[in-house]
């Protein structure tokens, strides 16, 4: 109330918060702006410093602190001879320092010569044998010193009795040989009190060749002069240079947020905003945008010689082709078998539609190659089971067919019955959230129940029709697992399949891998926009007066034969290839039957559960997908947080990069990671573990983040309002009120991204390591080189598991949700 | 235009009975509303009649013709019924004339004949303007017209409306009211209505049907209902009432509750009884049988509303607005009874009033 008597102290108080703010923008600016000079100048030094490695300066900050050290150690022993043997070692050193190249040895200051010798001698100096190395470093110090004063003692007094340590190496030496024996004897006792010191020099040894470079890395070790902020910024110059500029670019962007929010106090939120933006950037659209420029300026110029040189070629023409023909055919069957079965499940009295519902979106969560394995098995065109059937039922002679998987038909059939669920889902939810007097209206019109669905409910699912399908089809295009299994042994390529070829063929492959990629990712955006238009026209939202049993059409007659048919459906979609699977697993010979005397085995479900190699994988797939998942429901609840219940400007920005990532198909997310995240651009994960973290996290993020922003907004706000009015904190009402509630989708929302991320295999064919291998690419593997009955009994394991999830998911949720 | 007649209608949803033996006929041209609280069935029996629902036994006939009943059963489409939706269930992907032409255009009906007609029709439910418009360009009143258009535009022999204006601000509630009422009186069509606004029922009706938990509590006109309720149900849920629980002996009716005071009863009942008043029956008057203390009152422009203690019992009275100025706290006052229903005590009465609209 004190500001809102004396408005002039409140102004004053706003332009001192400004002011703090601006003060505080402009620092951190700075700091940027000095990180990325700093940075820079590290590059620049990199580069002139002709090292070429950072190693390089790893090293030589590690030996300048040991060469200071065993410098003092000399300078010391030094200090305690007589004058004239002091000065007879000094200029035997400077002497032997300018036989080795260095011109201005004698300018140097008497404390330079030493470190330098140190150095020098250890990299350059004559081989001493292991009996001497190791009477010299087997020394305990006071007589280490003593062995040391003796030996610089005869450096300028040959006359002067050897100690007995060096007898061995110098008997047969004069001269100057025998001063430089006898210089890196003493270097070799003085570093003896440094254990890593031998290390250092190997690893200056690798990383500095030639003579000029070495004798500049002696000067920079004598010198001492890098320090170890110096050090970090050479070492790291391109992580250095990253964090400056996200920092200047952070700074900036929050500077044009508050300016146009008019409002100078800083919001904590504003930093999660900015959190969250700027590791997709890093992480998600500079891969993307690299990749994109890479593919028009493949020789940092731009041209359009790598499409060129692509789309000349017939077997890349055939794959786009292909890609296109199999996504709008998988598209057009799959919203056609979608839309009829959506609603007769949903809104007919057909018999088991509670069965049939569940069954059908199941499989959405089913991995789709898992499908291909079995339809291969299926319609093989020489062993595939229902080929040998229909040759028995129809008395066909004996030859290949009459259906053949390896073909586009064929691989059109396996994506569309495994794609079909996507459009089934959201055609559904829309079916059960459309008020059902609108259809009322229609048939007491006097419109029969045809005529309704053709005039009412069509055009009004419309808008999920149309997401429905786009769906199918950018999913259909992305896919890699289904062309990989099928397509490839059949010649039929696609995109994808062709990018992860180019992909391992190496660097030039890898160009012509982002032509291709590049035009997946404008299939998906084109796709992504008008998918986006469409919902956005969505206007159909009708009031809903009360809450009516969605009213269900009787199909009288028709009830029974539609539920065959839908049965037969449900068994050939589903149950024939997971049967397949199943009995596949307890085969030997894959060729006979399983009843075939000899041909069953539980031994692929044994040699599964207890090969290192497979459980390893499935560690492996369990710990990343858990990260993957716990990571994304963390960054979920917090756009939850501000996409809810904040009106925070710039919240869209994350929302829709999260968007865009879950839209970018695989492997272009893969494909990106690769070219990107070997240290070039200031982040080296490559073939760690943490690429194929971060890619699975790009990819489902939005899976978490639509689950979690859809509960917070069935919460109205005034529950919260009345936890607090009621006198709680904001902790308790977070814990007591929002969690319990939100606590469902939360859960949920992991399981959306662990379940994928657990046996992804697009992306993970393209970043895996020897020992970041997942269950995923096992079984890819397995099918492809080891054994096709263990690899479908992994398949089963893993459909078991996915189930298993659900259900326990399901239960947890008391019902709410489930894939 | 049309009767409707329901033969010993029931209804249930598994084990759930909704609607008990309903029996009655509407007749031609008659203003039929169904009233009740939430749950009570009147929707399901308007979704029969309309075909939405299979009555589980009994028969419907619609004039002379058996819609629903035995083997016999019409679907909605064929039924040539008008219905308004409590959700108005415009449809948001056809402009206002498409969804109002939409019936005739189901009965093939010539273009020339449609246009004039949805012309007619938009006019009488002044919507003649807002007819090339898309229903999410409409406020709620104009989307109920729409709805009220569609319902009306091939002069069905009968219009079913299911809680129609409840979606509605109290303003527009009551203009549609008479509306509606109007139409009505000017087609002459026979109107079922269901809604759980007795004001709505009082003021539309000519048969108010009141149902509570599947049963017909009472039929008759709205005077009727309201003057002369069959049990203490009726009487609460229609109306303002009190009930005082009295003994009824000798020509009159003592209330312990009001320090033994009592009011005459000429009435045939004996023992245990509940004396319902209207607020707007009792009269501050000098000459009045019960004596009470006026403990506050409030005043609400047309009327005033009065706390008359008597005894144990507090007494709210309902006074002319133009009293104001004669009230005072804390004084005595006497009241008269124009109006007294007395109904006998079987214990019922508590659950009764937890009812809630």
Known sequence: ????????????????????????????????????????????????????????????????????????????????????????????????????????????????????????????????????????????????????????????????????????????????????????????????????????????????????????????????????????????????????????????????????DQNWRMNVKWVMILGIVDFLLVFQVVPVVYMVVRAFSPENTFSLSTLERLFSYPLNLDALKNTLIASFSTMILGTAIAFPLAWLVGRTNLYGRKFFRALFVMTYMVPPYVGAMAWLRLMNPNVGTINLWLRTLFHLPDVPGPLNVYTLPGMIWVLTTFYYPYAFITISRAMEKMDPSLEEASRISGASPVKTILTVTLPMMTPSLIAGALLVFISAASCYGIPSIIGTPGNVNTVTTRIVEYVSLGQQGMNDATGLAVFLMAVALVILFLSDVVLARKQYITVSGKSVRPSTVDLRGWRVPLTVLVGLFAAVVVALPFGTILATSFKIDIGKGLSAEGNFTTGNWTAIFSRGETLGCLKNSLIFASVAATAGLVISCVMGYLLQRTKIRGRGIPHFLITLGSGTPSVVIALGLIM???????????????????????????????????????????????????????????????????????????????????????????????????????????????????????????????????????????????? | MATVTIRHVSKAFGENTVLQDFDAVFGDGEFITLLGPSGCGKTTMLRMIAGFEKPSSGEIWIDETLVSGGKTFVPPERRGIGMVFQSYAVWPHMNVFDNVAYPLEIQKKGKAAIRQAVEKVLESVHLTQYAQRLPNQLSGGQQQRVALARALVAEPKLLLLDEPLSNLDAKLRESMRFEIKEIQKRTGITVVYVTHDQTEAMAMSDRIFLINRGAVQQEGTPADIYNRPLNPFVADFLGKVDFFPGEAANGKIIFPGMGGQSLPYGGERRGRVQAAVRPENFVISPDGPLEGTLETWYYLGDVNDCWIRIGETLVRVITGGYRYGTLRAGEKVRLQVRDMMVFPDDGSLEEILSIQT
Request: with cysteine; hydrophobic share 45%.
């Open chain 1, 1 to 260: 109330m004190k500001e809102m008597d004396r408005p002039g102290q409140a102004l004053r108080g706003e332009i001192r918060a400004a002011i703090r703010t601006w003060a505080g923008l402009l620092l951190c600016f700075l700091i940027g702006a000095m990180l990325a000079a700093a940075g820079l100048q590290g590059q620049r030094e990199l580069t002139e410093s002709g090292f070429g490695s950072e190693a390089a300066y790893q090293a030589i900050y590690a030996l300048s602190r040991d060469a200071e050290e065993i410098g003092w150690i000399l300078l010391e022993d030094l200090n305690s001879l007589p004058e004239s043997a002091s000065r007879g070692a000094e200029s035997a050193a400077r002497e032997l320092l300018a036989a080795g190249g260095l011109q201005d040895a004698d300018t140097l200051g008497a404390e330079t010569v030493w470190r330098y010798l140190a150095v020098y001698e250890s990299m350059n100096g004559p081989k001493l044998s292991s009996g001497e190395r190791k009477a010299l470093t087997g020394l305990n110090a006071s007589d280490g010193k003593t062995f040391r004063r003796q030996a610089l003692k005869c450096l300028s007094d040959e006359t002067m009795p050897l100690p007995a340590e060096t007898a061995e190496g110098l008997s047969a030496l004069d001269g100057a040989q025998r001063r430089e024996m006898l210089l890196r004897q003493v270097v070799e006792s003085a570093a003896a009190a440094n254990a890593s010191y031998p290390d250092h020099i190997n690893q200056l040894k690798k990383s500095v060749r030639g003579k000029d470079l070495q004798e500049r890395a002696f000067r920079m070790i004598a010198a001492g002069k890098l320090n170890w902020v110096w050090q970090a910024v050479i070492g790291n110059s391109r992580t250095v240079i990253l964090l400056g500029a996200l920092l200047m670019l952070d700074v900036l962007v929050l500077f044009l947020l508050m300016r146009a």
């Open chain 1, 676 to 819: 990107t995240m070997r240290g070039d651009f200031g982040v080296n994960i490559y073939n760690t573990a943490w690429i194929l973290i971060i890619a699975y996290l790009i990819k489902y993020l939005m899976m978490g983040m639509r689950t979690v922003v859809s509960a917070m907004s069935q919460i109205h706000i005034s529950l919260e309002e009345c936890s607090q009015i009621s006198g709680a904190s904001w902790i308790r009402t977070m814990t007591r009120i929002t969690g319990p509630l939100i606590f469902p989708s939360i859960a949920a929302g992991w399981f959306l991204i662990f379940i994928p991320s657990f046996y992804e295999l697009s992306m993970t064919t393209l970043l895996y390591s020897s020992t970041t291998k997942t269950i995923g690419y096992q079984l890819y593997e397995y099918w492809t080189f080891t054994s096709q009955p263990m690899s479908c009994a992994m398949a089963f394991g893993i459909l078991l598991f996915v189930i298993l999830l659900n259900f326990g998911l399901n239960r947890l949720t008391r019902g709410e949700f489930s894939i």
